[in-house]
Nanobody, 126 residues
Framework: QVQLVESGGGLVQAGDSLRLSCAASGRTFSTYGMGWFRQAPGKEREFVAAISWSGRSTYYADSVKGRFTISRDNARNTVYLQMNSLKPEDTAVYYC???????????????????WGRGTQVTVSS
């Protein structure tokens, strides 16, 4: 397994941008499908975006398509989530996840062997 640590969250206003980072330990990062999920208070955790091992394929939830961009730098063992045009409804704790089960669609979810970060808070004020 890889260890994942998120950073980059914060308090912003509607319309602003943030970039989240997820740093991974371990030498197998390039063989992990990676993704971002979020959980708002009182709601279930939901898929946000995912990226394949190579970075050539990306997948997004409809609610963020066109506003968020997931990317990865395998040389730096890091995956990013660029969030533009933020809305109050984007407020949540954002979690990074990884699994050797490659990201293949917007239904991707780590298996029981996958890894999760502890999350970073994103708050968007109106």
């Amino acid at each position: 397994q890889v260890q994942l640590v998120e950073s980059g969250g914060g308090l912003v206003q509607a319309g602003d941008s943030l970039r989240l980072s997820c740093a991974a330990s371990g030498r197998t990062f390039s063989t992990y499908g990676m993704g971002w999920f979020r959980q708002a208070p009182g709601k279930e955790r939901e898929f946000v975006a995912a990226i394949s091992w190579s970075g050539r394929s990306t997948y997004y939830a409809d609610s963020v398509k066109g506003r968020f961009t997931i990317s990865r730098d395998n040389a730096r063992n890091t995956v990013y989530l660029q969030m533009n045009s933020l809305k109050p409804e984007d407020t949540a704790v954002y979690y990074c996840a990884g699994d050797q089960f490659n990201a293949h669609s917007s239904r991707w979810y780590p298996t029981s062997s996958g890894s999760w970060g502890r999350g970073t808070q994103v708050t968007v004020s109106s």
